[in-house]
């Protein structure tokens, strides 16, 4: 729902020399920050790119005057529909990306939101030290967003979540106070003691009044991440936790403009025991007996993804792991001091498990070249999940669960027979096994009404089956439009009451990130194609055949971000000069598709907002193999160049060029 116009540009007059960053209320703006990662679509009225805390402050404020929802994002790579909304999108990406300080004897680092995961990383590792959640996305996942969502990654069994590095959070509450909370707040400007105190005060009370109630509900797993962390607001000093209820709560209570991060020591050695399995539930049967030798991580591809990387270009170079055509694989991995007792540690498990388990082979490695083969190949799970054209995919709704470790084999039998009741003929599974949080993603098409009433009916049985195996719907993606539908039913009208109360001292106007974890909009809606999704079928100079047409092979990009990345690749060269999202692959792709489309804000390939994004594309063919989803983006903008010039006509520099 777009706001009124006076509303906008009553904001844009005030905003006027007060912003030191940019206000985008353009139609390209506003597609382009429509989507996530997610199933999810809501167009927001504008974009604001601050250059500053006072930039935050002032916007905050100026949202909560005139009543103007307000959302933080980060990479926007997020799979539970989290970073979409209407009103505004905060991009602290884009400018508020500084490390501040480092300080290798204390292990700590002093960082803007902005900052990405991998070059965080990168900055410490002279130090012998890492920031240790590792998320999948951690080449372009940012620290504010790894904070909103509680981010965990691979190796949490070790290292635990995000909320358990931060030391310290400084935010910008609903009605735009500035606030620091922590032992170690690390701020550059002056803060609001009074409203500090104020949201410590409800967190004292909630923490009193419902204790037998949060005790009883919030399951005793690693890996629960629903709603606001009432579980971990006592430390144990008796010091009400304030900081670790910004983790998990997806910008619904504060904007982080800074935090100071724990830092811990790098492995000294690594290796990998690979393990393949003739099917899934075998292949979690072998998770306890693994976690008796203490790994670093434990985790579960399954044939989906591996069948996956013999299509793209790079991951099929990386698949040399694998004997045959197994139907799921574990990665374990140990860490250790000594090279030599790695060696034997590693010897000894493979030993333990060919006697214990239905393993059918068995790989170890320790060339680290080699196991950044593997790693890379989990990491691009989900991309390589979602390569496949058609309507027809493996789509995140219920794909964040977690139960403990020793169930993981009745639960992962019981989910797959429900979702073979519900008529579901594939599934892809992924799974952070270690800590029990598996990644399932059955075969949808989100274009068809029977579909979409099927994957909210398989949502609510699954909701149940959770409750049964004392779970969590939410390991570590957030909740955001996916999962926030289903919290009362799991943790009862007092706790939910509760969250209410938190939202409203830290957002009193109730402008931040709405409809999320309290008050949710309905999971079924806001859908990125839904039944009345509409694409043109143009004639083409090109073969898309194979993809179901032009639009067919833009709908592939599904918001992953992998052309985000900075560090390794090619992929995408012209947003690495500006950092501006306008520029990268998925940005392009997303253009196409609205343009495409009946969603009304871009109009067929003759738009203009098609020349600007497409303006800097250097159809360099990075993209072709290094999008994990196969986005082809060199086909795409030679086909929509043969539009338009057989409209305007060749340029003369096009001729000039082929000419020479």
């Known amino acids: 729902m777009t706001r009124p116009g006076s509303v906008l540009a009553a904001l844009q007059r005030e905003l006027a020399g007060r912003l030191a960053g940019e206000l985008r209320t353009d139609r390209l703006s506003r597609v382009l920050y429509a989507t996530d990662a997610s199933i999810y679509e809501i167009v927001p009225d504008g974009v604001v790119l601050p250059k500053s805390t006072a930039d935050v402050v002032t916007t905050v404020q100026l949202c909560a005057q005139h009543g103007l929802p307000l959302t ?57 030290l890492q920031f240790a959640p590792d998320v999948a996305t951690s080449s372009r996942a940012t620290i504010g967003g ?56 409800v967190l004292a009370d ?56 724990k830092l811990i020591p790098l492995p000294k050695s690594t290796g990998l025991l690979l393990v393949q399995f003739d099917d899934v539930p075998a292949a979690l049967e072998a998770v306890c007996p693994l976690l008796e030798h203490q790994p670093a991580a434990v985790e579960l591809i399954d044939d989906l993804i591996l069948s996956a990387t013999k299509n793209n270009p790079v991951m099929a170079r990386k698949r040399w ?82 139960v403990e470790p020793a169930r993981l084999p009745a639960y992962i039998r ?102 999320k974890i309290v008050n949710p909009l309905p999971m079924h809606t806001n859908l990125r194609y839904g039944t009345g999704f509409e694409q043109q079928q143009l004639v083409t100079s090109l073969d898309f055949g194979p993809y179901g047409g032009l639009a067919g092979l833009a709908n592939m990009c599904t918001g992953v971000g992998v052309c985000r990345q900075s560090l390794v690749g090619t992929m995408c060269p012209s947003y690495l000069v500006t950092g501006d999202e306008t520029h990268t692959t998925r940005g392009r792709a997303n253009a196409l598709r609205v343009a495409l489309s009946n969603r009304g804000l871009l109009s ?39 539009h338009r010039n057989a409209r305007r006509g060749v340029p003369r520099r096009a001729r000039l060029i082929a000419a020479s």
Not at 367 to 376: C, I, K, L, S, T
Request: net charge negative; hydrophobic share 40%.
């Open 72 to 128: 933080p994002r980060g990479a926007g790579t997020g799979l539970t529909g989290g970073a979409v909304n209407r009103g505004l999108q905060l991009d602290c990406s884009r400018y508020l990306n500084h490390i501040l300080h480092i300080d290798p004897d204390a292990r700590t680092a002093t960082v803007e939101p902005g900052v990405v995961l991998d070059e965080l990383n990168v900055a410490v590792k002279p130090h012998g």
């Open 146 to 201: 790894m904070i909103a969502n509680n981010s965990c990654g691979a190796h949490s069994v070790l290292y635990g979540r995000t909320c358990d590095h931060v030391l310290s959070v400084e935010v910008v509450l609903g009605d735009g106070t500035l606030c620091a909370f922590g032992a170690a707040t690390g701020q550059t400007s002056p803060t609001n003691a009074a409203r500090a105190a104020d949201c410590a005060r």
């Open 206 to 261: 909630v923490a009193r009044d419902c204790a037998d109630e949060i005790a009883a509900r919030f399951p005793q797993l690693l890996r629960c991440n629903g709603g606001y962390a009432l579980d971990r607001l006592r430390t144990t000093a008796g010091r009400v936790n304030t900081e670790t209820i910004i983790c998990g709560s997806e910008g619904t209570l504060a904007v982080v403009v800074g935090a100071v991060l």
């Open 321 to 402: 792991f694998l004997s045959g055509e197994p139907r799921a694989m574990l990665i374990c991995e140990l860490f250790d001091d000594q090279p030599d007792t790695l060696t034997a540690r590693l010897n000894a498990l493979q030993d333990d498990l060919r006697r214990r388990t239905a393993g059918t082979a068995y790989r170890v490695v320790t060339e680290p070249a080699r196991q950044a083969d593997v790693w890379d190949v989990r990491k691009s799970g989900l991309g390589l999940l979602m390569s496949r054209p058609g309507n027809r995919q493996p789509y995140a709704f219920i794909e964040d669960t977690a």
């Open 414 to 515: 019981r989910l797959d027979q429900l979702l073979a009741e519900e008529g579901i003929e594939q599934t892809g599974h992924y799974a952070h096994a270690s800590v029990g949080c598996l990644h399932v993603r059955p075969v949808l098409n989100l274009k068809c009404a029977a579909d979409i009433a099927r994957m909210r009916r398989i949502a609510e049985r699954v909701c149940d089956l959770i409750l049964e195996f004392g779970g969590a719907m939410n390991g570590e993606h957030g909740d955001g439009l996916a999962c926030s539908l289903w919290l009362e039913k799991l943790y009862g009208p007092r706790i939910v009451a509760a969250f209410k109360q938190i939202k409203a001292v830290f957002d009193p106007p109730g402008i931040l990130n709405p409809g």
């Open 604 to 642: 067929g390939l003759a738009d203009p907002a098609l020349d600007e994004v497409m303006d800097l594309c250097l159809s360099c063919k990075a993209c072709k193999t290094e999008c994990p989803t196969g986005v082809d983006m060199t086909r795409l903008k030679a086909e929509w160049l043969a």
